[in-house]
């Protein structure tokens, strides 16, 4: 499957994004999506994840500010992004796993090519 993520800007502290990520695989509903991003000289990081039945989960660096959502007719996730922080500048990226879904990078087997979100102060 091909991952295609777009929506990253420039955005002021307590600013929102949105960040979308478009699948080409028919059978994008039966794959588990996750958020992750990397930051400048930083490991890459869980953000959120959605699975095939809807359920989610997030870090808890962005629990209560991010919402992880996907759209099954359009073949696209979702990730709104609001009252961002500095801290949340980085490279967003979206991945699919065929089977259940986690926080585990190494899990996913499709990656999108990422999307900068910067966050200025």
């Known amino acids: 499957v091909q991952l295609q993520a777009s929506g990253g800007g420039l955005v002021q502290v307590g600013g929102s994004l949105r960040l979308s990520c478009a699948a080409s695989?028919?059978?994008?509903?039966?794959?588990?999506m996750g958020w992750f991003r990397q930051a400048p000289g930083k490991e890459r990081e869980f953000v959120a994840r959605?699975?095939?039945?809807?359920?989610?989960d997030y870090a808890d660096s962005v629990k209560g500010r991010f919402t992880i959502s996907r759209d099954n007719a359009k073949n696209t996730v979702y990730l709104q992004m609001n009252s961002l922080k500095p801290a949340d500048t980085a490279v967003y990226y979206c991945?699919?796993?065929?089977?259940?879904?986690?926080?585990?990078?190494?899990?996913?087997?499709?990656w999108g090519q990422g999307t900068q979100v910067t966050v200025s102060s």
């Open positions: 991945a699919a796993k065929k089977y259940g879904s986690g926080r585990i990078i190494t899990a996913y087997e499709y």
């Open positions: 695989d028919r059978t994008f509903s039966s794959y588990g």
């Open positions: 959605i699975s095939s039945g809807g359920i989610t």
